[in-house]
């Protein structure tokens, strides 16, 4: 933005001013404007200390000063800064009887002072003198519009709603002007006072002016109640004297010849009077304040009657009972409501469709079956209105969409309605005894017939996507993308019968039926031809046409249209077509990375409404990784796969993973090399930068396997038959993973996966793979273990890589000397893995010692047998989840054994509540971390995959909480919100603009700083579109999914960790933000325990002391470390990095009361 | 609700701009965006053809009218079919005052008298007057229906 302020210095005021004659005036003054803006650049921030506020306005007056010398030097008609303007007008408002003066005032002051945001109060006086003695209609315009602005100045460092260049904040520059300082306080009274004079007086002469009087009052801030209660009486006022007439109002294009005198002034304080009511915060339970709004549906100016109506409409929305009371018969035919349909005015005609829509869905109405059916009958007509606007919306508002808030029952409601339901026009005596209106009678003689709803709307969108208007085909694929929802819902409940054929006679609906009159009428359409008859015949052309307006040359439309395929698609239905679509779009570079997005939370969507669709919409969403990796926000991606593969079923699972995983099949993409690709499952990675962000993508895809393998494969230790080792060791490698593929093909595809990628693929893919790995080699059962024992042992020896390397092309990089350079990394798994296998074997040569004796085992050796059970669960802990409570590291046999003990000794088998793991929140699964919360309340139960499938079908929100930022985009998507401000893709554009316009007059000091905060808000602001594209960010966010278990830390396994602390407090980004690039920046600086500066933030943010109990003896290895005896009481007081920071009740042999413990040794 | 009303000239340099419920910190960042689907789409588009855009569930329509584009942004009832008529409403009267779809230079000679029509057509937010006869006599102080 700076730069572009040197590229140019043109402002808006000196194109304004620039003519020939005055270039250097006007070049100079611009430079005077600009510092000049220095004052007024105090906008919007807080305003700096005094001293220098004061320093500024002497620069201010004095710059000013100068530049009107100046100016009158060079030029004295032409005053061009502010200051001028405002000398000039105070000195035409003198001389405003003169002809001369009003002229120079409407042809140049004014106008250019329009340029402002606003004008300062002193300006006020002046301003209200010309109100007072000035006649000149164009001059009093003028007054009326600057009062306005000064009302409407909130006197927040003057910006105010309308725009401008900005001013400076008037009262605080006034405040230290000590001279003559002239404060809104002082001015806007006086202005209130003139204006309410003015618009509450009779002359018919000035009713003109008593208009813009009251339009100008409407625009002081409603934040104060006495401005209100003025307006209201005002407006009341009014109302009183012109809303009660019996008069019949006269249609819309005949209002403006005809009538007398009278009732047109009435007619025009009636728009000004209910415009101003518009603009009044909306009263539901004030019955006057209802009665004058629908008394103005009867009024004669259409803008009156939208208004009227937009009042209605919104009480409706909150209390339909008053509202159907209050408009009586209205809605009758030949009511004021029925004129309304052929009202010139589209936005009435919108509104009456939302009135509409919510009485007749009212659930206070339903004693009043007759108030609905009139409700919905004039709805329903509304779907022949010649205004696509009005059509569409009547459409949505059949369909049951409101305002985003609508439950899945009212959205299938709305599809039975529009399948089910007849349009059968009333025997319109509006229309008929009017006579007059013979397009419209025509009209309706023609659709007078019966028509199904269905037909008529299919109709009228197949015409609308031929349309060449673009805001048109938008707004098409828009209704088609709400038809789909609706259709969705129906599925959902299982009201959903596409096959039905178009006979009424077979419309007998098992809903409520307001139309069952209507229904009950046969149909004159012809049936049984099948085909064009049946709804899935009408949908099926329907679509032909909305795919083929995939073809316009607007990456909006376009989108638009992808997002309704993708609500239209049915999960019965093949996708391929679909799925071409989406891949030949997302190889045009067009697409902005945000509309991609939206059209990834589509997916979203389209899921929560059919978890069925799982699978399908993986399917879709793998284009995506695959093509468009660097545009895409990697969490939304995640956190589609994740939900998905949680709702794909028991028996998609399998394929939910392969369409996750797949991601890991692809060839490294090859830069340059990637011209002309019509596959799917190819790669677009053509820039450095997207091949950048598809390895942060497979990386990512890596840790969801290792994390999400054992649940999509249902193998889980503890639950595993086959007792551990034995028979399988024998067997050799070979055999070994033909028996485990045979056993479990999905974990076994899972596992050479990753085994590979444990290979290829770069350095951060290869640590992610072996993760993967070990936490699937704790989790299994056998002999996935063992086979993944195998390979990590080969691995890091690195004996077998070169065997191995030959399958996978190599990416150039240098595997390093040791083989695979991933030793260090390893070895601290296979000690693991090597202290659970001895453990196995003592318990196996225990067992077998035992039963040659006959021997009972004895207390002591129980006790020895449970210590090693818990110290490897505590080991096992540290890389992945796992349930304390089932999961068995010494096998299935020493669940028998470790049973016994703990009944002998009383110890709750529930671990999960001290498991330190859990405690932090380590688990990821959502339905392991659910499954937990659970074991909190009640003692046994562990993970029982059945009912995290329950669970999984009903996809409850709370459980989305818990989750991640792109949970929250993706719940903000649901919801339908978003009015905040895009980001622009590339700041070069923004930094390269030719000229500024406002730009140049800002401080530059403001705009510095506020470039800083846009950096700031890449980050905070989660709902930005911009910047996905930026390289940064996707490896962040990608590092969010996957931090790197430390061995040393409490929140070893990564996504938990993020979620966990989101759950605690809101987002802090920047922090994450910390600790995601640091972790990009060296994977294993997590291995050095307290490296996460930012953890311990994080932690002691959040510190309420908790009470903990030392578990086990620890004896103090440094200054800061505390000694524990176990059983001893100590308060947390917060976490760092796998430490609590603890204080004892009482100080410890060495006196010490606080200090640091190991995380583990400390139940909390 | 409408919530900006933003007149440009070719060059992206903002003629006009009114907001309505945009945070303050939010108004750069729609400027640039619309000046930006500006530079990218209005090459070479026809005089007063429409342009769509969306962001979220805020809908976008845009157009040129002369050497100016004129972008509005609006949400809920606003969706890009009645800002399609908001567009016609200002366009119409833009035209009206020029007496032609204007030049930059024409456009600015009659800076204070359009900036009169926007305020006779959205108002706060919402759309008020749409017929141009109505807007032009509103803007000279005439009552909207002539007695």
Known sequence: MASGQDSSGTTLMDLITSDPSATSTAGASSQQQSSSGVGGSLLGKPVAPTADRKSKKGTLTQIQNETISAA????????????????????????????????????????????????????????????????????????????????????????????????????????????????????????????????????????????????????????????????????????????????????????????????????????????????????????????????????????????????????????????????????????????????????????????????????????????????????????????????????????????NTESTEDRAGGWIRLTREILKLPEAPSVA?????????????????????????????????????????????????????????????????????????????????????????????????????????????LMEVVRTTVACECVYVRAMVIKALIWMQNPHESFEELKSIIACELSDPAWPSSLLNDVLLTLHARFKATPDMAVTLLEIARIFATKVPGKIDADVLQLLWKTCLVGAGPDGKHTALEAVTIVLDLPPPQPGSMSGLTSVDMVSASDPKSAMALQRLVQAAVWFLGENANYAASEYAWESATPPGTALMMLDADKMVAAASSRNPTLASALTRLQRCAF?????????????????????????????????????????????????????????????????????????????????????????????????????????????????????????????????????????????????????????????????????????????????????SGIDPDLAMAWAAGLEDDVWANNAPAVDKVKDFLAGAGTDAPDVDDEEYMNSRPSVGYDDMWAKTILETYDAEEDDGRYSGGSSPESTGSVETSISSHFGGMNYPSLFSSKPSSHGATQQTIREEPPSYSTSVLQRKESFENPLAGRGGRSFGSHEDEDKSSGNPQSGKALYDFTAGGDDELNLITGEEVEIEYEVDGWYYVKKRRPGRDGKMAGLVPVLYVSS | MILAVLFANSDGNILIERFHGVPAEERLHWRSFLVKLGSENLKGSKNEELHVASHKSVSIVYTTIGDVCLYIVGKDEYDELALAEVIFAITSAVKDVCGKPPTERLFLDKYGRICLCLDEIVWQGLLENTEKDRVRRLTRLKPPVEP
Request: with cysteine; hydrophobic share 40%.
């Open chain 1, 433 to 541: 005894s009017k006579g007059v209106l013979s397009k419209s009678s025509e009209k309706s003689s023609k659709a007078r017939r019966p028509q199904p709803l269905i037909k008529l709307v299919m109709r009228r969108l197949e015409s609308s996507f031929r349309s060449f208007s673009r805001p048109v085909l938008h707004a098409a694929a828009r209704v088609v993308q709400e038809m789909g929802k609706s259709r969705a819902a129906a599925f959902a409940l299982g009201a959903y019968d596409e096959g039905a054929s178009l006979n009424v006679e077979s419309l007998d609906s098992d809903l409520e039926n307001p139309m069952a009159e209507a229904t009950r009428k046969p149909n004159l359409l012809s049936n049984g031809h099948g085909g064009m008859d049946t709804i899935a015949g009408l949908l099926a052309s």
């Open chain 1, 760 to 940: 290829s693929g770069s350095w951060e893919i290869r640590i992610a793979a072996v993760q993967a790995l070990t936490t699937i080699a704790i989790r299994s059962g056998e002999p996935y273990r063992l086979q993944i024992y195998e390979f990590l042992h080969a691995l890091a020896l690195g004996g077998v890589q070169s065997n191995f390397s030959e399958l996978q092309l190599s990416n150039g990089e240098n595997q390093g000397a040791s083989g695979t350079g991933l030793g260090s990394l390893i070895i601290p798994m296979l000690k693991v893995l090597d202290e659970m296998y001895r453990a196995q074997d003592d318990l196996a040569r225990d067992i077998r010692q035992h039963d040659n004796s006959k021997q009972e085992w004895s207390d002591e050796e129980l006790k020895e047998l449970y210590e090693t059970h818990e110290r490897l669960l505590d080991f096992v802990s540290l890389f992945c989840f796992v349930p304390r409570a089932k999961y068995l590291p010494l096998g299935p046999t020493s669940a028998k054994l470790i049973e016994i003990y703990r009944n002998r000794h009383n110890i709750s088998a529930s671990g999960g509540l001290s498991d330190p793991a859990v405690a932090t929140g380590i688990s990821d699964l959502m339905y392991e971390s659910k499954e937990v919360q659970k074991e909190t309340n009640t003692v046994q």
């Open chain 1, 72 to 403: 009158k030097a060079l030029n004295p008609v032409k005053p061009v800064s502010y200051a001028q303007l405002v000398r000039s007008i105070h000195e035409l408002a003198a001389t405003c009887d003169q002809k001369s003066s009003q002229r120079q005032l409407v042809n140049s002051v004014f106008p250019k002072l329009a340029v402002y945001n606003s004008v300062d109060p002193s300006v006020a006086p002046s301003l209200l003198m010309l109100h007072q003695q000035c006649e000149d209609r164009n001059v009093l315009r003028y007054v009326y519009y600057y009062l306005a602005r000064i009302l409407s100045d909130n006197g927040s460092q003057g910006l105010s709603a309308a725009g401008g260049i900005p001013t400076p904040n008037w009262d605080a520059l006034a405040d230290i002007d000590a001279v003559g300082g002239v404060t809104r306080a002082d001015v806007v009274p006086r202005i209130v006072d003139q204006l309410s004079a003015e618009s509450s007086s009779d002359d018919v002469e000035f009713h003109a002016r008593r208009l813009a009087a009251l339009k100008a009052l409407t625009s002081c801030s409603t934040s104060s109640s006495e401005m209100m209660e003025k307006l209201n009486e005002i407006v009341f006022g009014i109302l009183e004297k012109v809303a009660d007439t019996k008069q019949k109002r006269k249609k819309g294009i005949f209002t403006k010849q005809g009538g007398d005198k009278e009732s047109i002034v009435r007619g025009n304080l009636q728009y000004a009077s209910l415009s101003s009511l518009r603009r009044l915060p909306l009263d539901p339970g004030n019955q006057p304040f209802l009665h004058r709004a629908v008394q103005g549906i009867e009024f004669s100016d259409p803008v009156a009657v939208r208004h009227a109506l937009s009042i209605i409409s919104e009480i409706a929305a909150k209390d339909p009972y008053s509202v159907a009371m209050a408009l009586g018969k209205s809605a009758q035919p030949g009511g004021a409501l029925q004129d309304i349909l052929h009202l010139h005015d589209v936005l009435a005609r919108v509104y009456l469709a939302k009135l509409c829509h919510s009485i007749s869905r009212a659930r206070v109405l339903d004693q009043r079956p007759d108030i609905k059916s009139q409700y919905s009958s004039l709805l329903y007509q509304l779907l022949l209105d010649p205004s696509d606007r009005v059509c569409f919306e009547a459409i949505n508002c059949v369909l049951g969409k409101g305002d």
